[in-house]
């Protein structure tokens, strides 16, 4: 068989609940666990963040139907959006948003287009389950939708959460 003619390998993620060794030494071992990441959409012009699970395939409400390149022209006269992806972790004193990382999208439904760059979500996907911050490069109303949402969410979390995220955010001033 030559190679013309072997079918193409799918390579796909496995993703398993919990600790993917706990028990078993065999299958799942090293895999990837995405237990703790969840998308949140901040809709701009609505004033309004929501968790949409879709998002971890690209297959969320707000991005269905949409056909999506790297060319912002044509997505010309959409509206923005931002991905964000949110990491939970645990302290001593209990769950925390230890990752926070922000993706920009633009949506335009009539037209079906979109645009974002997939491999920026990707690598913010990641920096946000290595616990990184990346949210102080958004607006300033983007910022303030992301900040009430989060509190408002979970207020424990919230509070827990580093100083980092509140200053990048605009809620909290730095300590000189």
């Given at each position: 068989?030559?190679?013309?003619?072997?079918?193409?390998?799918?390579?796909?993620?496995?993703?398993?609940?919990?600790?993917?060794?706990?028990?078993?030494?065999?299958?799942?071992?090293?895999?990837?666990?995405?237990?703790?990441?969840?998308?949140?959409i901040?809709?701009?012009?609505?004033g309004?963040?929501?968790?949409?699970i879709?998002?971890?395939?690209?297959?969320?409400?707000?991005?269905?139907?949409?056909?999506?390149?790297?060319n912002?022209e044509?997505?010309?006269?959409?509206?923005?959006?931002?991905?964000?992806?949110?990491?939970?972790?645990?302290?001593?004193?209990?769950?925390y948003?230890?990752?926070?990382?922000a993706?920009?999208m633009?949506?335009?439904?009539?037209?079906r287009?979109?645009?974002k760059l997939?491999?920026?979500?990707?690598?913010?996907?990641?920096?946000?389950?290595?616990?990184?911050?990346?949210?102080?490069?958004?607006?300033?109303?983007?910022?303030?939708?992301?900040?009430?949402?989060?509190s408002?969410?979970?207020?424990?979390?919230?509070?827990?959460s580093?100083?980092?995220l509140?200053?990048?955010?605009?809620?909290?001033?730095?300590?000189?």
């Amino acid at each position: 068989m030559t190679n013309e003619q072997k079918p193409k390998q799918k390579i796909g993620f496995t993703i398993i609940k919990n600790d993917p060794t706990d028990g078993h030494k065999g299958f799942g071992i090293g895999s990837l666990s995405l237990e703790n990441v969840s998308p949140v959409i901040v809709d701009i012009e609505e004033g309004e963040a929501r968790i949409e699970i879709g998002a971890m395939h690209a297959r969320s409400d707000t991005e269905r139907g949409v056909k999506f390149t790297t060319n912002r022209e044509d997505s010309e006269g959409g509206k923005p959006y931002w991905l964000v992806w949110v990491t939970i972790d645990f302290k001593e004193e209990g769950p925390y948003y230890a990752g926070v990382t922000a993706c920009e999208m633009v949506i335009n439904k009539e037209k079906r287009r979109g645009y974002k760059l997939l491999a920026d979500h990707v690598n913010r996907m990641d920096k946000s389950m290595k616990r990184q911050i990346l949210v102080d490069f958004m607006d300033d109303k983007s910022k303030k939708i992301l900040a009430d949402f989060l509190s408002s969410h979970n207020k424990e979390m919230w509070d827990r959460s580093e100083p980092k995220l509140h200053i990048d955010l605009g809620v909290e001033s730095p300590k000189l």
